[in-house]
């Protein structure tokens, strides 16, 4: 495809030859000649001016590059549209597998591809062109709208609901058991019957092997347009607000809430029945005792605010020699003291 179309198709103006053949996609290092590639972090620049891509997505040209540019005001969601150019994950043709199992009594939209060994239980109600790899299982009762595309081993549990154009990867438990028991006085646990829901908006992403379970009563909901990466887990009575980003190995304890727009970076731990407030960030391995407010970057164990982190932790390798010289200091200090205390006998 030629360097021209492409920026056509993403809105983008060109520096450079727009005839220039582009046969796909690649990262800054890794580019050849016939490839296009994208910089969107200045501290790359020196990458990208190594690189032997033919062609580079860039917000402005960069002085003494000699190859094409695509100029765009966000080159990496450009990139991202631009890869869409060149691939596009195979679709299953529609129909169902003969080896599935669809109960008499749950309606399926048209369009749909239902793949083999999958079950589908009483009462479900799915809607047009999903896509269940083989082996998903839909509990009965389960809700599920448009475009809802679940891989292979994905399971929706019995009455959760699902919006539209919702991505269960690979392993995704959705509406398994809360973690909840109360305490007997002979120290033995029973078991709370976790009778309320587990609820995915519209355009929700979940990755792979992550749970969210149901609630013991009332609802687990995900929000609309959140992404959850793969080992999250997400605990009964859980809110997740809208384009959240919670990464790998994230586990929040029940009854937590977070707003809109807000960021858990790796192995975040929340301990629950606390809100993180709008367009916070949660640096990697912290640990969230309570509420964290609006717009804060908070990181440690437990967590406060980043900067004062940053300057504690530079300051921890320091701790043995500065805890010498203290004692050195009191050491001195004793011996002037004992000094002055024979001084003033005499």
Same mark, same amino acid.
């Given at each position: 495809?030629?360097?021209?179309?492409?920026?056509?198709?993403?809105?983008?103006?060109?520096?450079?030859?727009?005839?220039?053949?582009?046969?796909?996609?690649?990262?800054?290092?890794?580019?050849?000649?016939?490839?296009?590639?994208?910089?969107?972090?200045?501290?790359y620049g020196p990458k990208a001016r190594r690189t032997?891509?033919?062609?580079?997505?860039?917000?402005?040209?960069?002085?003494?590059?000699?190859?094409?540019?695509?100029?765009?005001?966000?080159?990496?969601?450009?990139?991202?549209?631009?890869?869409?150019?060149?691939?596009?994950?195979?679709?299953?043709? /529609?129909? !169902?597998?003969?080896? *599935? #199992? $669809?109960?008499?009594?749950?309606? @399926? %939209?048209? &369009? /749909?591809? !239902?793949?083999?060994? *999958? #079950? $589908?239980?009483?009462?479900?109600? @799915? %809607?047009? &062109? /999903?896509?269940?790899?083989?082996?998903? #299982? $839909?509990?009965?009762?389960?809700? @599920? %709208?448009?475009?809802?595309?679940?891989?292979?081993?994905? #399971?929706?549990?019995?009455?959760?609901? @699902? %919006?539209?154009?919702?991505?269960?990867?690979?392993?995704?438990?959705?509406?398994?058991?809360?973690?909840?028991?109360?305490?007997?006085?002979?120290?033995?646990?029973?078991?709370?019957?976790?009778?309320?829901?587990?609820?995915?908006?519209?355009?929700?992403?979940?990755?792979?092997?992550?749970?969210?379970?149901?609630?013991?009563?009332?609802?687990?909901?995900?929000?609309?347009?959140?992404?959850?990466?793969?080992?999250?887990?997400?605990?009964?009575?859980?809110?997740?607000?809208?384009?959240?980003?919670?990464?790998?190995?994230?586990?929040?304890?029940?009854?937590?809430?977070?707003?809109?727009?807000?960021?858990?970076?790796?192995?975040?731990?929340?301990?629950?029945?606390?809100?993180?407030?709008?367009?916070?960030?949660?640096?990697?391995?912290?640990?969230?005792?309570?509420?964290?407010?609006?717009?804060?970057?908070?990181?440690?164990?437990?967590?406060?605010?980043?900067?004062?982190?940053?300057?504690?932790?530079?300051?921890?390798?320091?701790?043995?020699?500065?805890?010498?010289?203290?004692?050195?200091?009191?050491?001195?200090?004793?011996?002037?003291?004992?000094?002055?205390?024979?001084?003033?006998?005499?």
């Open positions: 495809m030629k360097l021209g179309e492409i920026a056509e198709r993403l809105g983008c103006s060109i520096s450079g030859n727009p005839d220039l053949e582009i046969t796909g996609v690649a990262g800054i290092e890794h580019a050849g000649s016939s490839e296009l590639t994208f910089l969107a972090n200045p501290k032997m891509a033919g062609a580079i997505l860039v917000q402005e040209p960069i002085p003494g590059l000699e190859i094409a540019f695509l100029l765009s005001a966000n080159p990496y969601l450009d990139f991202a549209r631009a890869l869409e150019v060149f691939y596009q994950p195979p679709r299953p043709p /529609a129909g !169902i597998h003969p080896t *599935a #199992v $669809i109960s008499p009594s749950a309606r @399926i %939209g048209e &369009n /749909a591809s !239902i793949g083999a060994y *999958a #079950v $589908i239980g009483g009462h479900v109600v @799915i %809607g047009r &062109n /999903a896509i269940l790899h083989p082996h998903v #299982v $839909i509990y009965p009762h389960a809700v @599920i %709208g448009d475009d809802f595309l679940a891989h292979a081993g994905v #399971v929706v549990r019995e009455f959760c609901r @699902i %919006g539209n154009r919702v991505v269960l990867q690979n392993g995704v438990v959705l509406g398994g058991d809360g973690y909840g028991f109360a305490k007997r006085a002979d120290g033995t646990h029973y078991k709370i019957v976790q009778s309320g829901v587990a609820v995915l908006e519209d355009d929700v992403e979940i990755q792979t092997n992550t749970s969210v379970d149901r609630a013991s009563i009332g609802e687990t909901r995900v929000k609309r347009g959140a992404k959850i990466d793969s080992l999250v887990q997400v605990g009964h009575g859980c809110v997740v607000g809208e384009d959240n980003i919670i990464c790998a190995q994230v586990g929040l304890a029940g009854s937590s809430i977070l707003e809109k727009n807000v960021l858990l970076a790796g192995q975040v731990g929340i301990s629950g029945h606390l809100t993180i407030h709008d367009n916070a960030v949660v640096y990697a391995q912290s640990g969230v005792g309570g509420d964290v407010p609006a717009g804060s970057v908070i990181s440690g164990s437990p967590a406060y605010e980043a900067r004062q982190w940053l300057r504690t932790i530079t300051a921890l390798p320091k701790l043995p020699e500065l805890l010498k010289t203290v004692r050195e200091l009191e050491r001195k200090v004793a011996e002037l003291s004992e000094a002055a205390r024979a001084r003033a006998k005499e």
